[in-house]
């Protein structure tokens, strides 16, 4: 294992992190669309609100852990929006607990000192985020400050108390007066990491099917299949299926993808709409069936984002760019050379099974995507053969560098 993982602690990662700022679960979705372009992972924390009480002394109030209720992402929305039918205007003052699938173990609160080993340990277990308590006080640690050195806990506050002074207690996060906290994700450690690749020498060269990083089971949906189809198939991690074409020999080519992180910064109404109407084909190529003519949007009015002009709307187009999936070449190409339209920002991320851990890392970090669909490197058309997960990558940088399989010559 890599001396990184021991010489860092979590509260190295939350230097110059944002304080954590609570999305209740009594918000509308309106606003819920709103905050989800602004998280990392197309995916935002939702919380209780906290119970007020005059009569319970602070120590014994409800910890902030315990009112997390679950993650909600642009795939959770949009397939609601899709199911509620043509109400939008109903749909979108929904409130959020509504929405979100409770889980409340995707987060866990961690003190800042909990080493990072241990933090991706929490993670490939299922953590998405982690709840870390900010102080002034840290300042963070190198390799050389670590909060284990020479085998010895060491504090990271100052204070003048006898208990601070002794060299083998560990500090805990009832030692830190700040109620401020931070969120700490997958994206956050991945990021962390790739500024340490050396020391990670030799896995980030390594193929990603040598360190058995690549997840052969995953979730897809045939291109001619109704695109709602999806909304019965979402997995949790990666919160992704793959649109495919089936070849004869049953093995499957990537032609798109239904994502979170494809859905993120997009109109969710639009993709809602492509989602409840379209086949997973269309949906995702924003075409008809007969041609390269876009296919006309109902008009989708909310009152707090659309300003009264004193003009009838005008009919919205959905295209590639009304959902964000296309770049506008698509729209000039026929529908029988569906492989061919997925260009730009339409085309799912991929990469080869011989793609090394460290271009795969930097691949999912450039485009903050969840996951990387995962290709045969010696089939020139896209044959889909598993996906890449942070979960995976995860699991590859804590792999033992003697048990990565040999690349077959």
């Not at 009594?26 to 935002?44: N, Q, S």
């Not at 939702?46 to 409800?62: H, M």
């Not at 961690?110 to 929490?122: F, H, K, N, S, Y």
Request: proline share 6%.
């Amino acid at each position: 294992m890599a001396l990184v993982f021991l010489h860092h602690v979590v509260g190295d990662l939350t230097v110059g992190k944002p304080e954590l700022a609570e999305f209740s679960e009594a918000e509308t979705l309106e606003a819920a669309i709103r905050a989800i372009g602004d998280c990392a992972e197309g995916a935002i924390a939702v919380w209780r609100r906290r119970v007020p009480s005059q009569q319970q002394p602070l120590p014994t109030a409800e910890p902030r852990a315990a009112r997390f209720v679950g993650m909600l992402n642009s795939l959770d929305v949009v397939a609601f929006l899709a199911r509620a039918g043509g109400d939008h205007q109903k749909a979108m003052r929904t409130p959020v607990s509504e929405v979100v699938t409770p889980n409340p173990s995707l987060l866990k609160e961690v003190d800042p000192g909990t080493r990072l080993i241990d933090a991706l340990e929490m993670m490939k277990q299922g953590v998405r985020r982690l709840l870390v308590r900010k102080s002034l006080a840290w300042k963070g640690f190198s390799k050389r400050f670590s909060i284990l050195y020479n085998g010895k806990w060491l504090k990271n506050i100052n204070t003048s108390s006898p208990d601070a002074t002794s060299s083998g207690s560990r500090p805990s996060i009832s030692s830190l007066p700040d109620d401020k906290f931070c969120l700490l994700s997958r994206e956050d450690v991945v990021r962390f990491l790739i500024g340490c690749l050396g020391a990670l020498a030799p896995l980030p060269l390594s193929s990603i099917s040598s360190l058995g990083a690549i997840t052969p089971c995953y979730a897809y949906i045939e291109a001619s299949s109704p695109a709602l189809e999806a909304v019965r198939k979402i997995p949790q991690d990666p919160c992704a299926i793959a649109v495919v074409e089936t070849n004869s020999d049953g093995t499957h080519k990537i032609i798109g993808d239904i994502s979170a992180c494809k859905l993120w910064k997009c109109d969710f109404l639009a993709a809602a709409w492509a989602m409840s109407s379209l086949s997973a084909g269309q949906s995702v190529m924003g075409a008809d069936d007969n041609g390269t003519t876009p296919i006309s949007l109902p008009d989708f009015t909310i009152n707090s984002t659309v300003e009264d002009t004193g003009t009838s709307p005008r009919p919205r187009k959905f295209s590639s760019r009304s959902i964000g999936f296309f770049s506008n070449q698509a729209n000039q190409m026929a529908v029988g050379r569906l492989r061919s339209m997925y260009r730009g920002r339409s085309a799912p991320l991929t990469c080869k099974h011989t793609s090394s851990l460290a271009a795969v890392m930097a691949q999912m970090l450039s485009h903050r995507a969840t996951h990387v669909w995962v290709t045969d490197a010696e089939s020139e058309d896209d044959i889909l053969v598993g996906v890449v997960s942070y979960s995976d990558i995860l699991y590859a940088v804590t792999k033992n560098p003697t048990n990565v399989v040999p690349p077959i010559s």
